[in-house]
T-cell receptor, first 114, second 111 residues
């Protein structure tokens, strides 16, 4: 079966701009979570969605937002980009988002802010 | 807030050598997972350990969960260049719907 698909794979943006990243989960998976990965901070949780509802949010500023559509696809948006937002953004999908169902990660979107 | 510390942070070894990486938590795990992330890819699940003292083997990889469920180790026997990557331990979601990842061990195996 098809894996988790993230688009685009690479993105270069200028400070102050906004960006939207997309994640298509594995068919049938209803939970999608997002993570930011940087060399200094490692993998940090951004938010998790299940059936279009955000169930948890990490400690990121309000410039980071997300949503999930009825087909479980998810988008995350970062407004007013800062240099420090440069990172690999990963999404993971699972059936229910609980410890008993395995999460599968996409290849990520590499965002560079200049 | 739970913290997962991994050691060593970096490891560069020759093909054929053995190695062990460690994951230590500030609190008790309900269960623990190990992932490997190769360059340009997302993390891929290697194993889940649940019971204190549990040992699981995956070919040349041996995973051990501490008796008190606050630490874990990953031992690789006769490392190969294909083992190169970032090894992450993680506390799976338990009511919070989020993974807590360790700081990671970046392994490079030289041919």
């Amino acid at each position: 079966k098809a894996g988790v698909t993230q688009t685009p794979r690479y993105l270069i943006k200028t400070r102050g701009q906004q960006v939207t990243l997309s994640c298509s989960p594995i068919s049938g998976h209803r939970s999608v979570s997002w993570y930011q990965q940087t060399p200094g901070q490692g993998l940090q949780f951004l938010f998790e969605y299940f059936s279009e509802t955000q169930r948890n949010k990490g400690n990121f500023p309000g410039r980071f937002s997300g949503r999930q559509f009825s087909n479980s696809r998810s988008e995350m948006n970062v407004s007013t980009l800062e240099l420090g937002d440069s990172a690999l953004y990963l999404c993971a999908s699972s059936l229910y988002g609980d410890p008993d169902t395995e999460a599968f990660f996409g290849q990520g979107t590499r965002l560079t802010v200049v | 807030t739970q913290l997962l510390e991994q050691s060593p942070q970096f490891l560069s070894i020759q093909e054929g050598e053995n190695l062990t990486v460690y994951c230590n938590s500030s609190s008790v795990f309900s269960s623990l997972q190990w992932y490997r992330q190769e360059p340009g890819e997302g993390p891929v699940l290697l194993v889940t350990v649940v019971t204190g003292g549990e040992v699981k083997k995956l070919k040349r990889l041996t995973f051990q969960f501490g008796d008190a469920r606050k630490d874990s180790s990953l031992h690789i026997t006769a490392a190969q260049p294909g083992d190169t990557g970032l090894y992450l331990c993680a506390d799976p979601p338990s009511g919070t719907y989020k993974y807590i990842f360790g700081t990671g061990t970046r392994l490079k195996v030289l041919a």
